[in-house]
């Protein structure tokens, strides 16, 4: 039902997409009017344009969030597990947090240039941080008795932290890799608009700036689109992990 | 069990004074999105009379809290009629006060704010409904914790807020949906007694849902036995006890009543689902 | 923030193990960060890392309070503040609103939820180029941007703590003789607010993320405009400043909403979560 009523408001706005430019409502350039904006996007895909850059795009993003996702699991649930990791990381994350991520794109252009090692940084060090917290609190919250009977079963202390620990961690950790998703695809969209040579980021910034705005819808309904099938695929993905619950 | 037997069963029963609530040939059905209707209700009839404290009385499940709620005006009517004073029920109002169990305090008002909440729905003055919470709030016990959140009281003091909120709007009848049942024992018994003396101090028609026979007997004029599934009246019977004597819970007559009761609410033939 | 083991300094011990355990304490609070920095300082001096990468940490703070003397500091952060916290602010007021409304309205969930569903997980940065197109370059489309993405957590965050108050609750206001209009002033949105916070508390820093992005990419100044600026001039001390200076922006606001929602929450016996 739910599904459906999505469909017809879908439809609708479609609809209204398609005519209001064609009736003159608002002015074609502002509003490309969508058929003409999925031609232009079959001329993308044709060309190879929308490939290149977007596999260059996903890459970065892969890459990024996987650093991110293995490093912060191993932060957090070794600053729960361990004293002195917490000891050491907790500073540098409560310090971290505040700071406003996209602050980074300089930095990392800075450091490594407009090409990938940049992006895969900046994502990487942007997207850790939700990840470590969720790790590090879900972790936390792993009853003592559970680690008790874990141990009194006979389970070695590594052996615990593997069997125990880290299943009652994930749906926190879960949910932080989540946040990190869709952190992953602002940096890496908004990294590629201001300082690339490749990427969707960049195409969209080309073809605005050479006015060539069907294009420039198809890019960005093209990344939007992708980003909402992340995220509903690994919601469930989510789901059948945490089919225990 | 006929409806013919129920009827006789509720009109043998006597309600003292004038009926203050008549329910008649209520029945409600309880629809769940998913899954099979349950009939929560079959066929109540009842009458409390004025100033008289009665229990309802049954294992879970018989559709007590739900007679409850429908004579609050919380749940709509389908089927029979509910009337208070011989107006029909149709929405909930202040003069019908209700407690539940799990208090249902507004946590992010204060004690006399919470107290306040009805008065100033009724447009009360502010320094008119101050006073009048203090006093409340003063017969209640809870003096000297006006300012307190209710997440910083303990349950036997939330659930004083909670009725004094209710008592202060001085109700004519008053809903109590096993008041008590969150509080430890001794707590419980306390507030009991207090529950009594209130009362004693300005009489009100009281529906009062409970699972503990000897708080049923210890309390009510008259106790409505229900058998669940479908919930239905299966017994009435009258306490008679002498509250006059403080030491009544000790005494041969409250110690049988109860005995007789629990039997009553146990001995329950499996009827058909 | 506790750490476990120093908590059983009580008042009785001796002065000097007091001083002691206090400055343990600030080491384990913050002991890492200051390594962090005079490692930082020192791979500076030394030219481990040459000082384009890395400049040191001295020459930042020095920029900083040059920036702070000629008054760039004050200019470019009022700019990003006020792109930041307007685009917040309307996001909250709108979002709360429109929250409530979906919460409430079969008709407004109808026509809207599906949006909003939609909306949430939506990289929404990518529209920027549209809105420059519809909006120019100037703080219409940065506004627009932040409220954009800041309102979809509110939105939510509002339905779920409105949905979510207790039958019994909004029975007893019913009870005490409240009427339609009553209940959602004076119960659910009060009895919402801790998880209504808690989306606007999750806005605030994408609104600031936001604001960066589209200082950075239209200019316009600010302290994100003002970091690309260093950036294109090689001005790698700019551009750690630039950091520096949006971190502790980002702190404060931070600090400053978690103030305001115990000050509204004090009510609520909430546990604090121990990180963030």
């Known amino acids: 039902m739910t599904r459906l009523r999505g469909g017809i408001g879908l439809l609708v706005l479609a609809l209204l997409w398609e005519l209001a430019p064609r009736l003159g409502l608002v002015r074609m350039d502002t509003l490309p009017p969508l058929s003409a904006i999925f031609l232009a996007w079959l001329d993308l895909a044709r060309s190879g344009d929308l490939w290149t850059h977007g596999s260059a795009s996903l890459l970065r993003a892969a890459a990024g969030v996987a650093i991110a996702i293995v490093a912060g699991t191993v932060i957090g649930i070794g600053m729960a597990a361990w004293v002195p990791v917490r000891i050491v990381f907790r500073p540098l994350m409560e310090a971290f947090y505040p700071v406003p991520k996209s602050a980074l794109i300089p930095v990392t252009a800075l450091w490594l240039g407009l090409g990938d090692a940049s992006k895969v940084t900046l994502i990487a060090l942007g997207c850790i941080l939700p990840v470590a917290i969720g790790a590090y609190n879900g972790a936390r919250g792993c009853e003592r008795v559970l680690i008790w009977s874990g141990r009194s079963l006979g389970a070695g202390k590594l ?54 705005y069907d294009a420039m819808f198809a890019v960005v309904l093209t990344i939007a689109i992708f980003g909402l099938i992340v995220d509903r695929l690994y919601l469930r993905y989510v789901r059948s992990v945490l089919s225990w619950q | 069990m006929g409806s013919a037997t129920q009827a006789e069963v509720s009109g043998a029963g006597g309600a003292k004074g004038d009926s203050h609530i008549v329910v008649s040939g209520l029945t409600h059905v309880y629809r769940p999105r998913h899954g099979r209707q349950v009939t929560a209700l079959d066929d109540i009839n009842l009458t409390v009379g004025n100033h008289e404290f009665v229990a309802l009385l049954g294992p879970s499940g018989c559709g007590k809290s739900t007679l409850l709620y429908l004579i609050g005006g919380f749940l709509p009517v389908e089927k029979g009629s509910i009337s208070v004073l011989g107006e029909p029920v149709r929405e909930p109002g202040p003069d019908r006060g209700i407690v539940f169990q799990h208090f249902a305090l507004f946590p992010w008002k204060t004690v006399r704010a919470n107290v306040m909440y009805g008065l100033e729905r009724k447009g009360l003055p502010k320094r008119e409904a101050e006073a009048r919470a203090a006093e409340m709030i003063a017969q209640v016990g809870l003096k000297g914790f006006e300012d307190s959140y209710p997440s910083q009281l303990s349950g036997g003091m939330r659930q004083r807020a909670a009725i004094a909120r209710t008592l202060v709007l001085d109700p004519s009848t008053l809903l109590m949906d096993e008041p008590f049942g969150a509080l430890d024992a001794q707590t419980r018994n306390l507030m009991q007694i207090e529950l009594l003396a209130l009362w004693r101090r300005s009489p009100k028609a009281v529906v009062f849902v409970t699972h503990d026979v000897h708080e049923a007997v210890y309390l009510a004029d008259r106790v409505f036995v229900m058998s669940a599934r479908p919930g239905r009246i299966k017994a009435v019977v009258s306490t008679g006890i002498d509250r006059s004597d403080r030491e009544f819970v000790k005494s041969r007559a409250f110690v049988e009543k109860v005995d007789e009761i629990w039997h009553l609410v146990h001995d329950q033939p499996q009827g058909p689902r | 923030m506790a750490i476990d083991g120093l908590e059983r300094a009580g008042e009785r011990t001796p002065a000097l193990v007091a001083v002691l355990n206090g400055a343990g304490r600030i080491l384990l609070d913050y002991g890492s960060l200051i390594a962090l920095v005079i490692v930082w300082e020192a791979c500076a001096r030394l030219q481990i890392v040459s000082p384009y990468l890395l400049p040191s940490f001295t020459n930042v703070l020095a920029r900083i309070w040059a920036e702070i003397g000629d008054g760039t500091l004050l200019v470019n952060l009022a700019d990003t503040l006020r792109r930041a916290l307007l685009g917040f602010a309307i996001a909250v007021v709108a979002g709360v609103a429109l929250g409530m409304l979906l919460a409430r309205s079969v008709t407004a969930e109808w026509l809207v939820g599906p949006l909003v569903s939609l909306g949430f997980p939506l990289p929404k940065i990518t529209f920027l180029p549209i809105f420059i197109l519809w909006f120019g370059v100037y703080d219409t489309s940065k506004v627009i941007m932040v409220v954009c993405d800041a309102i979809f957590p509110v939105i939510t965050a509002t339905i779920a703590g409105a949905q979510g108050v207790e039958r019994q609750i909004i029975w007893s206001a019913r009870n005490l003789g409240a009427r339609e209009r009553d209940l959602w002033s004076t119960i659910i949105l009060p009895a919402a607010a801790p998880q209504i916070l808690s989306g606007i508390e999750v806005a605030l820093p994408i609104a600031l993320i936001i604001a960066v992005v589209g200082e950075m990419m239209l200019g316009g100044s600010g302290l994100g405009g003002a970091m690309m600026q260093s950036w294109r001039f090689a001005d790698s001390v700019g551009v750690f400043a630039g950091l520096l200076e949006l971190s502790v922006v980002g702190f404060i606001l931070i600090r400053l909403m978690a103030a305001v929602r115990r000050r509204l929450l004090r009510w609520h016996a909430e546990a604090q979560p121990d990180l963030v």
């Open chain 1, 159 to 212: 052996r615990t932290l593997v069997d125990v620990v880290v299943p009652s961690a994930l749906p926190e950790l879960l949910n932080g890799v989540r946040t990190a998703l869709a952190l992953s695809l602002v940096l890496l969209v908004s990294s590629e608009l201001i300082v690339a040579k490749n990427g969707l980021g960049y195409l969209i910034g080309f073809l605005g700036g050479s006015g060539i």
